[in-house]
């Protein structure tokens, strides 16, 4: 059975020499010397701002929030995973949806300022497989309506705009390691701020609210990474440039063969990871009829991202003509570290038939 995508698991002996270390000290959790490890490494790795691993990649949209005390509504983007507008919701706080462009499938930046009220307190937006928003007009339009910004970046693990890691954008940064992201520590995410007083706040929300053992600093959660979770990381990470390396491969053969097929528009400055391969039909029947003869095959894309989040049942607003007629016509195919031109080869052939 092919996936729309396959989790790399690292040699095992990869794994164990990594586990040694918390057995060594009999240390599993409660950010021992692995999660550490794996944010110094991280941080170096992709030249980012610091971070803070996290168990998962929603805890951290849930806890940007929190920390930037928003409250009221948050321009956000029905183009991305659940989880984008669940934790808007989550913290009590009201989606407003603006639509997303055509071709890049971010949030339409031009569309933003209208969509503003007194309410609004900060913009959430989606690098939507891995493609960047566009980050220099969201910026200004932030600074002019004293707006803060927050960037899912579960998708944009090692993509590069202008030059920088795309962690550096925003006020806050997060990302999803979860073992179908592009890297992963089997669950994980993390938050990457470069506001030292703000990652303070994230770090204590992300930890009880503890400042040591007796004080408390506020409210928070349980969002702490595991040694056994930053092990996994750590054993990936090495292996990071021969993933994308064939990722980029496999990419280039759909260009190649699926020309006549919509896909992303990348946006210029961007130095991609080949996270995702969507192509985008002229229907939803050519979808359904495409996704029926691939299953007989044994293949099974995925419908990233049906349906558009504005259709959710507890959030409202008006339609968003783009993002409802993308999210019908979208598949994304098969993509992974190992996949075979065998496997996408017969892709190609049913899509082109
Ligand atoms: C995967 C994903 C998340 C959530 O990450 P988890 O690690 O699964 O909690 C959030 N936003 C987007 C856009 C995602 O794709």
Redesign the pocket.
Known sequence: MIQVTKTFLPPQADYQAQLQKAWDQGWVTNRGTLVKELEATLQDHLQSPPLLAMT????P?QIAIKALGLTGEIITTPF??V??TSSVVWEGCTPVFVDIHPEYLTLDETLIEAAITPKTTAILA?H?FGNPCHVTVIEAIAAKHGLQVIY?A??AFGVTYQGKSIFHYGDVS?C???A??LFHTG???GVFCKDSELYQKLFYHHNFGHEGQEAFQGLGINAKMSELQAALGLAVLPYMPQIVGHRKKAVTFYQEHLSQYTTLKLREGTQWNYAYYPIIFDSEALLLTAQERLNALDIYPRRYFYPSLHTLPYVSGPDMPVSQSVSERILCLPLSHDISEEIQAQIVNTLTA
Do not use: P, Q, R, W
């Open positions: 998962n990649g929603t805890l949209l991305s995973y989880a984008t989606t939507v899912d579960a998708h997060t999803s390691f979860h179908t992201k669950e994980g995410g």
